[in-house]
């Protein structure tokens, strides 16, 4: 809808750009076409979360499963679809039948370039460990989505960050948008 | 529950620090206390987003009023409530009797060190024309709570971006977990 001068590039680091269009300083991955984050959700309605160690914020937190997309050279040529399934695996040990899109949109609209695509995860089966790949150490947590709200309060007060996503995501698996995808493909 | 050596800084720009710690890049806005985001209800349940060009993007971008705490000197010592209250107003027109804490966690656990605190803004009354203050101009939208779902979706279909905390948000304003306090105070 409209367009602006190209960036100047203020540093390249090796997975993030620091730039600058005029005075407005943002941030831009250098190192991937994408993120995704999954909203993984078993038949018998048990909600799946990962919990790691962020080094930005120093904390524990509780989010749904994402990664990037072609971030490495083994797998080059990922779509949505086939990098969700990719991450959903890698981090929880479930392979997924379904992947649907549930919505996109900026990460920070004030502070970053980059976009997220968060998709719901269904047809799930528990094929393996899960726990990241050899960079990561993930916890699961399986939680029936009648009790995630109560579980959740639990773990901000033990001092888990939550992910304030989780609950974009939870609008979503609650279904309370009837023309919503989730409702009318699973 | 942790803790991380200091981050070593790669880039001191006006707003937003580009730091690193070990091989792990991040950023963190150095121009204030805090990030607040208000999301706004009248009595008559219409809900209230604004609309702004976002230069990271380069779109047009709906959200909820949003902004940050004390990154001005004129008006120092602000609180997450005072901080709420002066967004809306100056976005949106809006005053506010209450300002009710729904959340709070990080912006991007993977790219950066600051958090976000989500607000639910209540009482409201029209004062003023919101638009921002003088480096901002954005438009105002309010939506009955109802209709929302399909308004989002046609904004998007008409190329604006939607920012996926509109979810959380809603989540919370649609009262789906009844133990939140907007279902205990309002």
């Known amino acids: 809808m409209t367009s602006r001068p190209d960036p100047e590039i203020i540093h390249e680091g090796r997975f993030i750009?620091?730039?600058?269009?005029?005075?407005?300083?943002f941030i831009q991955r250098n190192n991937c076409t994408g993120i995704v984050i999954i909203v993984p959700m078993t038949d018998d309605q048990q909600v799946i979360f990962v919990e790691q160690y962020r080094p930005p914020v120093d904390k524990f937190v509780i989010e749904f499963p994402a990664g990037l997309l072609n971030d490495r050279a083994d797998y080059p040529d990922e779509s949505i679809e086939s990098g969700a399934k990719r991450e959903l695996m890698e981090e929880t040990g479930y392979r997924a039948e379904q992947i649907?899109?549930?919505?996109?949109?900026?990460?920070?609209?004030?502070?970053?370039?980059?976009?997220?695509?968060m998709v719901?995860?269904?047809?799930?089966?528990?094929?393996?460990?899960g726990g990241g790949d050899e960079t990561e150490s993930i916890r699961i947590h399986e939680v029936?989505?009648?009790?995630?709200?109560?579980?959740?309060e639990h773990q901000r007060q033990q001092g888990f960050m939550i992910e304030p996503k989780i609950y974009s995501g939870l609008y979503f698996l609650k279904s309370y948008n009837s023309s919503l995808p989730n409702k009318v493909n699973l």
């Open 120 to 129: 719901r995860a269904a047809g799930l089966t528990k094929v393996g460990t």
């Open 144 to 152: 029936k989505l009648s009790d995630v709200d109560a579980w959740l």
């Open 100 to 117: 649907i899109p549930l919505l996109d949109g900026p990460i920070s609209a004030g502070s970053s370039a980059d976009t997220v695509t």
């Open 17 to 25: 750009r620091f730039q600058k269009v005029g005075d407005w300083e």
